[in-house]
Nanobody, 127 residues
């Protein structure tokens, strides 16, 4: 089992940047595939980015591609989401998620594929 704690959210102007971090407990973090999701008020939770257990594979939602970067540090048990060129429509609660990895480096893009979730961190983007 793994516990996840997000940090780094806050208020930023449109065009600005924020870096989110997710700290994971446990000694088997490197065996988990990780993802970031977000949920805006009145909307469904949506996929943002995912990374394989070894970090060599990443995948992004079209809406954030080329603006967001997901990365992980298996020595520090952390996964990060660097968000650049933020837009008002990026405002949401951002969640970190984890699931035991399978295969040679699979990534997962649907929320139902993830077993563990953090409590979320709020990102607000002013126009």
């Amino acid at each position: 089992q793994v516990q996840l704690v997000e940090s780094g959210g806050g208020l930023v102007q449109a065009g600005g940047s924020l870096s989110l971090s997710c700290a994971a407990s446990g000694r088997t973090f490197s065996s988990y595939a990780m993802g970031w999701f977000r949920q805006a008020p009145g909307k469904e939770r949506e996929f943002v980015a995912a990374i394989s257990w070894h970090g060599r594979r990443t995948y992004y939602a079209d809406s954030v591609k080329a603006r967001f970067t997901i990365s992980r540090d298996n020595d520090k048990n952390t996964v990060a989401l660097q968000m650049n060129s933020l837009k008002p429509e990026d405002a949401a609660v951002y969640y970190c998620a984890a699931r035991p990895a399978s295969g040679s480096g699979n990534i997962y893009v649907t929320s139902s594929e993830y077993a563990y979730w953090g409590q979320g961190t709020q990102v607000t983007v002013s126009s």
